[in-house]
């Protein structure tokens, strides 16, 4: 599955809100995730533009991987999401197994969102574009607009996530991960 995402620095949340409102999104979801991110042993994903992380939404547990950035336009790239059982227990064994298997900790991100759902076309299907309000501890408040789509529906689901960016007035996009952000915040490019 391709997630096609674009980030945008938040200096109006409020103005983007009411014309997100006005195209008819609703809020699905508030709340705090906490991402861990891993680097490989056998090669540096920084170089590779790769991404492995362990995110905790609550209880719940996932393993994700980001594969290379796709185009300049947007963040699509590959993703695959692994759900895990909830609970710290399994939260500390997938830690637990990446480190034996040689993954190296890179950083934490924390953030609060707030996901608004908004139907859109895409071809011949109705898609759901999530766009998510961020709060991001040491790095700052961003909007993502962030659709999936199959690989055949990538150049319509480009034009799609890139249509709402105008249609909410979202300029000057954000190509860095909120990870790339907090690592330069941090001093530890």
């Known amino acids: 599955m391709l997630e096609v995402e674009l980030k945008y620095p938040a200096p109006d949340r409020d ?8 195209l008819g999104a609703e809020l699905s979801e508030e709340r705090t995730d906490i991402d861990h ?3 490989a042993p056998d090669r540096d994903f920084k170089k ?14 996932w393993f994700t991987y980001k594969g290379p950035k796709r185009d300049a336009e ?26 034996a298997l040689g993954y190296r900790p890179v ?4 953030k609060q969102r707030a ?13 759901t574009l999530e766009v998510c309000f961020d709060d991001v501890e040491r790095v700052g408040s961003f909007i993502e607009l962030e659709l999936l789509a199959e690989e055949a529906e990538y150049e319509l689901a480009k034009g799609t996530v890139l249509g709402v960016a105008v249609e909410l007035g979202l300029t000057n996009p954000e190509r860095r991960s ?6 330069k915040a941090e001093g530890k490019e």
């Open 15 to 22: 103005a983007v809100l009411l014309k997100l409102l006005a």
């Open 37 to 39: 991110y891993f680097n």
């Open 48 to 61: 590779s533009d790769e991404a492995l992380r362990i995110r905790r939404i609550g209880k719940g547990n």
């Open 74 to 99: 947007t963040k699509t790239r590959t993703e695959i999401e692994v759900r895990l059982r909830d609970g710290d227990a399994i939260e500390c064994n997938a830690e637990s197994l990446l480190l």
């Open 107 to 110: 950083g934490v991100v924390h």
């Open 115 to 127: 996901i608004y759902e908004l139907d859109r076309p895409v071809g011949g299907r109705m898609g």
């Open 178 to 183: 909120y990870l790339e952000m907090l690592l």
